[in-house]
């Protein structure tokens, strides 16, 4: 098992890293809202850990908080003005959110510009492992299972079902969207600091718009009514590269190159055919009745 | 209730995962390939020498220049010494935005690979090849499958620097041996010393490409043109940036465009108001055939306006598809894709026919990269070593590698484990690259 | 900075301008009548241009020909994206946002389609394909290309607002567009208006598309990527659903971009672009030529 671990340590890891980025936008979707900035967020949490951990000597932990901040301040000083909108203009506004930063990043040459970010480069090695990631997506895991239930879930599907009347209902409406934008910032600067200590680089390149849109990608085709879609999304999506090299070269066309085509096929059927998501079916599955019933006859999750 | 619910589904996560990595397994293993004339399993046990030297005709290996004398030191006869497989790792770009390069990589390879494996003496070459995508994190994933899972010897690539940035650091962890065969950026060799490269860095090609110019041109004043967000520009930008002020030459301004774009007119526009002696432009081959259209045709640069670019235009490829806009254009480079030394001739011909297109540098450095690893394996005697020696023994050899005949010219490492050989400076004459005179 | 540069800088911007509002034509159409982000119209631009290389360079047509047959195979395409990726979530009512990431999911599906047929290298229309003519006057040089270009997606563009304003097909558009139960109950066949808009949005892409492969003489699967981020500016700056304020805005994103390299340095350009569409989104995100907000939200 561990001859396993070591041959496939970064990839399980990475499934890990991915189920953390799609629980972050999953808090965003829950209320209705698109938001294209995780991968900066991501980026964020990623850069600010990575030069504290390298330049000031600090741990790991400490390291993945202050990013995790850093990414959610950000995030809370650009969301105040921009959660007036919503639908796509909300979305385009994140999208170019996120490619400001990718920009600022490329021209910030103590962060290596668009030539990258070393780590561990001396003797001093701090670096993460599935040990770290499996441990904090517990614990975010936890969190979002807590979650439910409590004041803000209620309020967040509330703005989900018609934002206008949640807000007749007395709702603070924009203290919450600000809040779930925020605490998908946050889980996303954890995801990027812990995936900068996997990897003994990154850069700009990285955290592009393409991430962006696999994240949004593993939360859609898990389902967006409940985190554990998200984490299923993750998990299925990161790995299908490694399982269609078992496609076949059919009339000289290699299929399995793109894996963009596998990805949209399955992100289309999801949406056109499971709009709550894979979870619909494995909720099925088990059998369970009552909660399957409510999540589909439930008013359609946006998206 | 709702306990319950969870408990099952992360039973039936962890069955997906396990479920999906096996598969990996897999499916990695379908893509290795054994050499035809591989006769015993792969792992050097004592009986598959012997059954190898059955079938092997004594050491005609001389022309090869194999060091026989370690062979007694380790008390095994010298026949053997050449019976124990190398197995290498080949991380190539095959697919999506940038498979040019590394399809040219795995042509050059699969035919040195067939060559040495054909050889009546000398060690064979098991390879595997994987696709890194030009992605980071794929890059990684495969250098772990290779170490870990295919237990090579030594890795070849991966192709991009960026890459090679991310995935190098584990191999050097891991205490693998790694050829880059096209990494150019610096600080590539100081990942550690399993990291070797046979392609010569930016920083060994740009300054003779500048010296030379400047002679011939007598340049004085340039623009400087490069894709700010793109690491292979970026750094290729920074080396001619330094090159020029150590030339005294001044830049007047400095233009750059984005990876995704696809029209440079604007900047070229404004490089033209300032009019430079020449365009310094640091780009991958995509934008370079572009910028050399726009700005000769569309923008009408002078033809007196000598355009000086960096690796990425360094491609036959890339003059063919720019045609009568590229000429004149001036490269450095590590190999000259008409280069008319023996081994040159014969390796450009028979990569032709059996391609269908004449080899570009890419291709050379595989090809070359593959003779220098066979020539570590012969004097680093892997037969009766554990895997861990084995690879500890092909970093010693490579580092002692002196004066090996390869297309790319005599070949050694420096110090630093960077490419030994002096650069030559092109110029685009006819279509093609002629040595600058 | 050098001024001498500005009179071409200003040209340049034009031609490209003309391009990019073509393209956001598309986008604001769908967008004004069905409230779809149709983000696969990038895709459908793409696939335009390489369909005539295509007919061009493997069949041997002449462009005259390739470029309506094109054209038509892109609006058809349109037509193709509609019945796949929108009518059945237009049939259960599903939130805007669905049919956003349904475009995303057909987007990937066409790239990766026209990867996989046409390979990734960065594809030319075979030299004569059209005549290599330049007009220098004084220090500013003319190209014969960006002149018909110009030409060209003017008169798709004045094309297309006569339909609007002036024909029934406009007239039952624009109903659907203000309101589709309203115009069902009027007797218009919403699904038919939808087909066709589809068809005039996507064709209107796919003529971009190929007029911006005939311009840089380069086609290649992830062309319309950058031109995707410069038509969500345009159609913000031009206010969602807008017509002529796409069209205005198209020619102002040209400026700003060579302005921006005239001015500022070329490090600046996206940069630019993208506070430009910031500062709208938060002052006026009805856009600067829009009257009213999309239905949006």
């Known amino acids: 098992m561990s001859e396993f671990y070591n041959a496939n340590s970064f990839l399980i890891s990475l499934v890990g890293i991915n189920a953390i980025m799609a629980l972050s936008i999953y808090i965003t979707l829950s209320c209705a809202m698109l938001s294209l900035s995780n991968a900066a967020s991501m980026a964020i949490g990623a850069y600010t850990a990575a030069l504290l951990t390298q330049q000031l000597a600090w741990a790991l932990w400490p390291a993945v908080v202050a990013g995790a901040l850093m990414s959610g301040l950000v995030a809370l000083v650009l969301g105040l003005p921009i959660m007036r909108l919503s639908g796509v203009f909300l979305a385009i506004a994140t999208l170019g959110f996120g490619e400001v930063i990718r920009i600022a990043i490329v021209n910030i040459d103590a962060l290596g510009g668009s030539e990258g970010f070393r780590l561990n480069s001396g003797d001093r090695t701090i670096e993460a492992s599935g040990w770290e990631v499996y441990g904090v997506l517990l614990l975010i895991a936890y969190f979002f299972s807590r979650l439910k239930g409590s004041r803000m879930s209620l309020a967040l599907q509330a703005i989900r079902e018609d934002e206008n009347a949640a807000r007749t209902m007395g709702i603070n409406v924009t203290f919450y969207k600000v809040a779930a934008y925020v605490t998908g910032a946050i889980v996303a600067g954890i995801a990027g600091a812990l995936y900068a200590h996997l990897r003994s680089f990154i850069s700009p390149g990285d955290f592009g718009f393409q991430r962006a849109v696999d994240v949004l990608v593993f939360a859609v085709v898990g389902g967006t009514l409940a985190w554990r879609g998200a984490i299923m999304g993750a998990v299925l999506m990161t790995l299908l590269p490694e399982a269609i090299r078992v496609v076949p070269i059919v009339g000289g066309f290699n299929i399995k190159d793109q894996p963009e085509i596998f990805s949209g096929v399955i992100l289309l059927a999801v949406i056109l055919f499971l709009p709550n998501g894979l979870l619909t079916v494995a909720l099925s599955l088990n059998r369970i009745r009552r909660p399957a019933r409510k999540v589909i006859g439930h008013k359609e999750a946006s998206p | 209730m709702i306990l319950k619910r969870v408990r099952s589904q992360s039973v039936a996560l962890s069955l997906l995962l396990t479920g999906a990595v096996i598969a990996t397994a897999c499916g990695g293993e379908a893509a290795t390939a054994t050499p035809q004339s591989q006769i015993a399993p792969t792992t050097g046990t004592g009986a598959t020498m012997v059954a190898t030297i059955g079938v092997e005709t004594p050491m005609t290996a001389a022309t090869m220049g194999t060091t026989a004398s370690t062979g007694p030191d380790k008390g095994v006869t010298p026949g053997t010494a050449g019976a124990t497989p190398l197995k290498v790792g080949f991380a190539f770009i095959t697919s999506g935005d940038n498979a040019v390069y590394g399809n040219s990589q795995k042509a050059a390879v699969q035919m040195a690979v067939e060559e040495i494996n054909g050889m009546s003496s000398g060690p064979k070459l098991e390879a595997v090849y994987e696709d890194t995508a030009a992605k980071p994190d794929q890059a990684i994933t495969v250098f772990q499958k290779f170490i870990n899972n295919d237990n090579v010897q030594v890795i070849m690539g991966p192709t991009l620097s960026n890459e090679a940035k991310s995935s190098d650091p584990v191999a050097q962890k891991a205490g693998v041996p790694v050829l880059g065969v096209s990494n150019t950026a610096g600080g590539i060799t100081d990942i550690g010393d399993y990291i070797y490269r046979d392609s010569l860095a930016e920083f060994q090609v740009i300054p003779e490409t500048i010296k030379q110019a400047k002679d011939k041109l007598k340049l004085t004043k340039v623009d400087l043109l490069y894709a700010k967000d793109d690491a292979f520009s970026k750094s290729g930008a920074d080396v001619f940036r330094t090159e020029l002020q150590k030339n005294g030459i001044q830049i007047i301004n400095e233009q750059t465009f984005a990876t995704a774009d696809t029209d440079y007119k604007t900047q070229i526009t404004a490089i033209k108001a300032d009019n430079p002696d020449a365009i310094v432009v640091s780009a991958l081959a995509k934008p370079a055939q572009t910028i050399l259209q726009q700005a000769r045709r569309d923008v009408g640069i002078d033809p007196k306006v000598a355009i000086i670019g960096g690796n990425g235009f360094n491609s036959p490829a890339v003059v063919k598809a720019a045609g009568d806009t590229a000429e004149g254009l001036i490269v450095g480079a590590a190999w000259n894709p008409n280069a008319n030394d023996e081994l040159s001739k014969t390796f450009i011909q028979k990569y032709t026919a059996k391609n269908g297109k004449g080899p570009d540098q890419f291709a050379a450095q595989a090809y070359a990269g593959t003779y220098i690893l066979y020539d570590a394996a012969k004097r680093a005697n892997l037969s009766g070593k554990s895997p861990a020696e084995a690879r500890t023994a092909i970093r010693d050899a490579l580092k002692d590698t002196k004066n090996l005949p390869t297309v790319l010219g005599s070949f050694s490492f420096t110090d630093k484990r960077d490419a030994n050989h002096p650069p030559v400076v092109q110029v685009v004459k006819d279509g093609k690259f002629d040595i600058l005179k | ?297």
């Open chain 3, 1 to 297: 900075m050098n001024l001498a540069q500005l009179p071409q800088q200003l040209l340049n911007g034009i031609f490209s301008g003309s391009i990019y509002a073509l393209f956001a034509l598309g986008y604001t159409l769908i967008f004004g009548v069905l409230d779809i982000l149709n983000l696969a119209h990038a895709a459908i631009f793409m696939l335009g241009a390489t369909v005539s290389w295509w007919l061009v360079s493997a069949q041997g047509w002449s462009l005259l020909l390739a470029f309506p047959v094109a054209v038509a195979i892109a609006g058809l395409l349109g037509i193709v994206l509609d019945r796949v990726a929108f009518l059945r979530l237009r049939q259960r009512g599903a939130p805007q946002l669905s049919a956003l990431i349904s475009s995303i999911a057909v987007s990937l599906i066409f790239v990766g389609l026209s990867r996989l047929l046409f390979k990734d290298d960065r594809k030319q229309f075979p030299d004569g394909t059209f005549p290599q003519v330049y007009f220098d006057i004084g220090s500013i040089r003319v190209r014969l290309l960006d002149v018909v270009i110009l030409v060209v997606s003017l008169a798709l563009m004045l094309g297309l607002t006569w339909l609007v304003q002036r024909t029934s097909l406009g007239r039952a558009i624009r109903a659907v567009a203000e309101s589709p139960k309203a115009a069902a109950l009027l007797g218009v066949n919403i699904e038919r208006v939808i087909m066709q808009t589809f068809f005039i949005a996507s064709a209107l892409g796919g003529a971009a598309g190929i007029l911006y492969g005939m311009s840089l003489n380069s086609i290649e699967p992830g062309m319309g990527s950058q031109v995707e981020l410069k038509g969500l500016s345009i159609i913000i700056l031009g206010g969602m659903g807008s017509i002529p304020g796409a069209m205005l805005a198209g020619f102002l994103i040209g400026m700003i971009e060579v302005l921006s390299v005239v001015f500022g340095g070329s490090q600046l350009k996206d940069a630019f672009v993208f506070v430009a569409l910031f500062l709208v989104l938060l002052v006026r995100p009805q856009g600067i030529f829009g009257l009213k907000q999309g239905r949006a939200g």
